[in-house]
């Protein structure tokens, strides 16, 4: 403990229900607001972390391995009697800073996953809600990210004749049901490789869409919204290479 208001974690690992790793890292540093948690409220001015490991999943029953987490600040759906209504957890984050971070999403549903490695990333929150999965932030600035998306299931050879309800083999957004809104985000040398599962082995020449290898990643991005509607956002700039040749040495749109 810090003048009561900073708590220091060496070492730290958090297991989910399946005693997996949800979280290890090698520092966590925290400035909050002690007297805060007496109102069921969780503020938190600063969380430095570093040389860490998220892992998260989605089961094939729809549930995350993070969901035990929201569970526990949630009330109770059928309290007893009382004269006064339960009062549920608020989690009301400022400043998030991460170095030498590694995350990992695997889900079973849309058989993807998905791999992060970032050398800093640091973000200003203006909203986390557990209980309607939102998270709004007014910065997001990445250094050196590397980022490996994978589809296990390849994409249909041609579009069907009539509509079809089956979406077992469409592309998929590594969607887990969270509410994402961010109004200023900057990237600096990123690299992105996406693969997905093919049933042609035959090599493709030239770009291929199902698979990506772009390096020299710059971005400039503002009012991005990810939701299970729509993916949005108004480009400022965009940079990058792919390594079939193709270069975008300036794209911007609205």
């Keep these: 403990w810090k003048k009561f208001q900073w708590l220091e974690l060496k070492d730290v690992l958090i297991r989910d229900e399946a005693a997996d790793t949800l979280l290890a890292a090698g520092s966590l540093l925290v400035h909050f607001q002690p007297m805060e948690l007496l109102h069921n409220r969780v503020v938190i001015h600063q969380v430095q972390l570093s040389n860490a490991l998220v892992r998260l999943k989605r089961a094939a029953n729809k549930r995350m391995n993070t969901d035990f987490l929201s569970e526990a600040f949630a009330t109770d759906s059928a309290p007893k009697q009382s004269s006064s209504k339960a009062t549920p957890w608020q989690i009301i984050p400022d400043q998030l800073d991460l170095r030498a971070i590694r995350f990992e999403f695997m889900d079973e549903i849309a058989q993807t996953e998905l791999s992060v490695k970032l050398k800093a990333l640091d973000s200003d929150y203006e909203q986390l809600d557990l ?124």
């Excluded at 910065?139 to 390849?154: A, K």
């Excluded at 199902?210 to 940079?239: E, K, P, V």
């Design 131 to 254: 209980q309607s999965q939102t998270i709004a932030l007014a910065n997001l600035s990445l250094q050196h990210p590397e980022i490996q998306f994978l589809q296990n299931t390849p994409a249909a050879d041609s579009l069907p004749i009539e509509p079809s309800t089956d979406t077992s083999t469409a592309l998929t957004f590594p969607s887990f049901g969270w509410n994402i809104y961010l109004q200023n985000s900057q990237l600096e040398n990123g690299k992105v490789r996406f693969q997905q599962a093919s049933d042609d082995s035959t090599k493709q020449i030239g770009f291929d869409p199902s698979m990506l290898d772009l390096y020299d990643l710059q971005w400039d991005i503002r009012q991005l919204t990810i939701d299970s509607q729509r993916i949005a956002a108004d480009i400022l700039s965009l940079q990058g290479s792919d390594h079939s040749g193709l270069a975008i040495q300036h794209l911007s749109s609205q």
